[in-house]
């Protein structure tokens, strides 16, 4: 499978700030998802990031909150915007390989306070 | 109704015995079926994928389907304390977007010595 790299792999950040998290995967690939899970829950998409266009986002996610980008088939970021103590989370990518196989990077653990 | 449903457990079986992990899933258009095993603290790390009737089987792991019943489930056997962990079932549809995994929340097995 493939390796997928993260950073950063954690971070205490103040409300009202951003961080961007970076997606590194050592193979293309033609997929890639961006995924949330918070404290005890289970994983929520985001969006889908495309190659060389803008990213398709799931209901209740918006570009203005969290944009993404995918310059090429090797890496995307996500930015979490404006923060809020709600934004603490695990925030995970994920690529496909194979037959609809996805696989997960390490994660990135965010603490907003 | 949730689209992927799990027990959260805790699911506690002895060493050496059969753990059974369950799954109901709502959207009958449903094509592939995935197993991650989550560690706390960790990502997802894929288990098992299945995508037609009956069982698939993997050294100590057999993926069971059931399109019909709308139910997959992950038999583990001869359990060892390092299988404790969080049992995440997937249900994946292809869309416009590609193959959309949906989660369920869980299922935290303890296999006790």
């Known amino acids: 499978s493939a390796v997928i790299s993260q950073k950063p792999s954690r971070d205490i950040c103040q409300r009202g700030t951003s961080l961007t998290i970076q997606c590194q995967v050592d193979?293309?690939?033609?997929?890639m998802f961006w995924y949330r899970q918070q404290p005890g829950q289970s994983l929520t998409l985001i969006a889908t990031a495309n190659q060389g266009s803008e990213a398709t986002y799931e209901s209740g996610f918006v570009i203005d909150k969290f944009p993404i980008s995918r310059p090429n088939l090797t890496f995307s970021t996500l930015t979490v915007s404006n923060m809020s103590p709600e934004d603490s989370s695990i925030y995970l990518c994920?690529?496909?390989?194979?037959?609809?196989?996805?696989?997960f990077g390490p994660g990135t653990r965010l603490l907003v306070l | 109704q949730k689209e992927v449903e799990q027990n959260s457990g805790p699911l506690s079986v002895p060493e050496g015995a059969i753990a059974s992990l369950n799954c109901t899933y709502s959207?009958?258009?449903?094509?592939?079926f995935f197993w991650y095993r989550q560690y706390s603290g960790k990502s997802p790390e894929l288990i098992m994928s299945i995508y037609s009737n009956g069982d698939k089987e993997d050294g100590r792991f057999t993926a069971q389907l059931n399109k019909a019943s709308q139910y997959v489930s992950l038999l583990i056997r001869d359990s060892q304390p390092s299988d404790s962990a969080t049992y995440l079932c997937?249900?994946?549809?292809?869309?416009?977007?590609?193959?959309?995994?949906?989660f369920g929340t869980g299922t935290q097995l303890k296999v006790e010595l």
């Open positions: 193979s293309q690939v033609t997929m």
């Open positions: 994920s690529v496909i390989q194979g037959q609809e196989t996805q696989y």
């Open positions: 997937a249900v994946g549809k292809v869309t416009g977007g590609g193959n959309k995994l949906t």
């Open positions: 959207d009958r258009g449903s094509q592939s």
